[in-house]
């Protein structure tokens, strides 16, 4: 499972470029989505585009066992970090 982040040139932001919106696929064929992205979102009008790995794998900072979360999971609120155990 991958996940699309699609972002737009836009120079009225300080990043020169804004986040359009995310888009999950249920697919193992990276280089089709990759083509089916380029060919949704063209470069030559100033889109661009990120694939990450939806989940991945990471260890438990209390525990020490293997959980798998979101890519883009806040790190406090992730089991892995030392902020999401401390009050």
Same mark, same amino acid.
């Given at each position: 499972?991958?996940?699309? !982040? %699609?972002?737009? &040139?836009?120079? &009225?932001?300080? #990043?020169? !470029?804004?986040? %359009?919106?995310?888009?999950?696929?249920?697919t193992q064929n990276l280089d089709i989505l990759t083509r089916a992205m380029n060919a949704a979102w063209p470069v030559f009008l100033g889109y661009r585009f990120e694939i990450h790995e939806t989940f991945v794998t990471r260890v438990n900072a209390m525990t020490g066992e293997k959980f798998r979360e &979101?890519?883009? #999971?806040?790190?406090?609120?992730?089991?892995s970090s030392e902020t999401y155990w401390s009050n």
């Open positions: 499972m991958y996940t699309v !982040e %699609i972002y737009k &040139r836009d120079l &009225r932001y300080k #990043a020169g !470029e804004f986040l %359009i919106g995310k888009q999950d696929h249920d &979101r890519y883009d #999971a806040p790190y406090y609120c992730s089991p």
